[in-house]
């Protein structure tokens, strides 16, 4: 079967059933492909077993890349481009290029960070999002099991489980 | 999980045990044996130089104690009073995840009274010997020594009495901000003992009311306590971001002060509410006020570089060229700020004791340091530098205040409570 196609969608209202639900249907060796939520739940993050993100050392090579930019440039622009003798100072007036450093290095960390999580996060301007199911931008918790990567377990049985977990419906939704 | 209910043991008190003060008296011993060699060092070594030394005069051994006195004084004034800044700070910002260690930073009070009669003993004997503005000659427009800028500057330290006699405006505003410092730690101390006995909500409304008071006569008396005991050394010099740069330095290291006693005494069994999610917060106010106190040092150190006018700069040509405190400037923005940087950068240093452990003792030494470049080339000039006499000084005040916050601590709850937003803490997650 094809990935990323068919998905059967357990709808919850409660997000503490919901948590349980995540903890139960994992335990019964269900694979959860995403839980959609109307609004930050607490610590569903950790019963789905997510890694952590890696988006921090992207930043912080991003922030380098900054520094060591905005260095060589001065550097290359005072120093070496065009000397120019500012207050008396040395060409390489270290201590005058810091302010200029901090910028780019903070400017490249958030660029690079953003940068970093909309193409991870596939958010190009022109992707199509998918929905799943409208309610969850309201008042539901909607959780989507890939039925390809649970070939191991039948179609009903998968449903049983997340209805016995407390989902209020089980859908099936299928995207082109 | 979120909802359960917690049973913690709210009445637990700090069992301030034998062996833990006999190994905190251990350190004052060596501290002490550390200073007397360092003492018997400066009498009988190094005299002859000076002696002949033409113009300036002599130097004595006697002056370096004086200026290991005052560095301590001020360092440790710094983190008592912030002990209670930050307290205050946690009402007013109406903070609930740090409800259950607010009195091991209230405890950090205890030190005030001690350090406001060692400051003021210290300056009446030093006198002198660290503050250049209380020679008279220097107001007296007759003599050759008559200093023009400093007489200008006079009345900020003698009035309403004549230049060059009694400091009465100085040692008014000494005695103002200990004695409302103090006021206001006891006053915390009472609301909150009253919260323990009688519980409700109204002591937190009270004791919010009162945090916005003192922070509010500390924002005007910690930048003005900095001119007064550390600007005053060099009184030509002036710097309009000295209050806040020594402000932060007392921060930071207030901040780690209270990290490590937090991490302390969860070693030791207590706070069992307290978990990694908090020691994140405290570990993220260390690194963000390391940040903070980098950024004020280098503001003031761009400027006076940048415009290069000689009467500013010269305060750090003094440390930079000098021999004594050249390599001090650098040790000081490595322990203060690179290091900790780089270690605490990321989430897992910030939740991981030993991590935090291993940065609050370098920022609290880092501090220290920061606090001897601000005193001692004003005052020792060349004679100065880190020797057995700092570290010992270092160490007696070191180990003082610990023995004199801890025993404050143990007298009381360690835990309020009944503060009402406990339960708020014990569900914090970040």
């Not at chain 2, 230049?163 to 909150?192: D, E, H, Q």
Request: charged share 15%; aromatic share 18%; hydrophobic share 50%.
């Amino acid at each position: 079967m094809e990935k990323d196609k068919n998905f059967i969608l357990g709808v919850y209202d409660d997000e503490d059933v919901l948590l349980h639900a995540v903890s139960e249907v994992r335990a019964s060796g269900v694979k959860i492909h995403e839980v959609f939520t109307p609004y930050p739940v607490h610590g569903l993050e950790d019963v789905l077993g997510y890694k952590r993100s890696r988006l921090p050392i992207a930043a912080f090579l991003f922030g380098m890349l900054g520094t060591t930019l905005a260095l060589t440039m001065q550097l290359y622009m005072m120093r070496f481009d065009w000397p120019m003798i500012i207050g008396g100072k040395d060409h390489a007036a270290i201590p005058d290029f810091i302010p200029v450093t901090f910028e780019l290095t903070v400017l490249l960390a958030a660029f690079g960070m953003v940068g970093v999580f909309m193409v991870s996060s596939n958010l190009k301007p022109w992707a199509q999002p998918r929905i799943f199911d409208l309610r969850s931008t309201d008042d539901k918790h909607i959780m989507a099991i890939d039925i390809a990567n649970n070939t191991s377990m039948e179609v009903a049985k998968i449903q049983e489980i997340l209805k016995s977990s407390g989902a209020t419906e089980v859908n099936n939704k299928s995207f082109e | 999980m979120a909802h359960d209910v917690q049973h913690y043991n709210l009445d637990q008190k700090f069992d301030f045990t034998a062996a833990t003060k006999k190994s905190i008296f251990t350190v004052l011993i060596i501290g002490a044996a550390l200073l007397v060699i360092g003492i018997v060092m400066a009498m009988f070594g190094g005299h002859h130089e000076e002696a002949a030394e033409a113009g300036g005069h002599a130097f004595h051994w006697y002056e370096r104690l004086y200026a290991n006195l005052w560095i301590n004084n001020v360092y440790f004034t710094g983190i008592a009073i912030i002990g209670v800044f930050f307290f205050a700070i946690q009402y007013a910002a109406q903070a609930g995840w740090s409800a259950p260690i607010s009195r091991v930073m209230l405890a950090f009070g205890n030190w005030l009274p001690f350090a406001g009669i060692l400051m003021i003993v210290t300056f009446f004997v030093a006198n002198h010997d660290l503050f250049h503005w209380t020679h008279a000659y220097l107001f007296d427009k007759n003599s050759p020594e008559y200093d023009k800028i400093i007489d200008g500057k006079g009345a900020f330290f003698y009035w309403p009495m004549a230049k060059g006699t009694f400091p009465a405006f100085y040692i008014l505003r000494m005695v103002l901000f200990f004695g409302f410092w103090v006021f206001f730690f006891n006053k915390f101390k009472k609301i909150s003992a009253a919260e323990d006995q009688l519980g409700g909500t109204s002591h937190w409304f009270k004791m919010r009311s009162w945090s916005a008071y003192f922070i509010i006569f500390f924002a005007v008396s910690s930048s003005i306590s900095a001119w007064d005991w550390v600007m005053s050394i060099d009184t030509h010099w002036f710097s309009t971001l000295f209050g806040w740069y020594v402000f932060s330095s007392w921060f930071v290291s207030g901040l780690s002060a209270i990290t490590l006693m937090v991490i302390f005494l969860k070693g030791r069994g207590y706070l069992e509410m307290i978990n990694e999610n908090h020691v994140h917060d405290l570990g993220k106010f260390v690194f963000g006020f390391t940040i903070f106190w980098t950024y004020l040092w280098f503001s003031q150190f761009l400027l006076i570089y940048y415009a290069n006018i000689p009467e500013e700069s010269v305060y750090f040509i003094e440390r930079l060229s000098s021999d004594v405190y050249g390599p001090f400037i650098f040790v000081n923005l490595g322990m203060n700020f690179f290091l900790p940087f780089l270690i605490l950068m990321t989430r897992d240093a910030k939740r991981n004791g030993i991590f935090l452990k291993l940065v609050c003792t370098l920022i609290i030494a880092g501090h220290w340091v920061d606090f001897f470049l601000m005193v001692q080339p004003g005052t020792l000039g060349h004679n100065g530098g880190i020797g057995f006499m700092e570290i010992g000084m270092f160490l007696i005040y070191g180990s003082s205040v610990t023995l004199v916050v801890l025993g404050g601590l143990a007298k009381g709850n360690l835990i309020p409570k009944n503060h009402p937003m406990l339960e708020e803490s014990y569900h914090h997650h970040i």
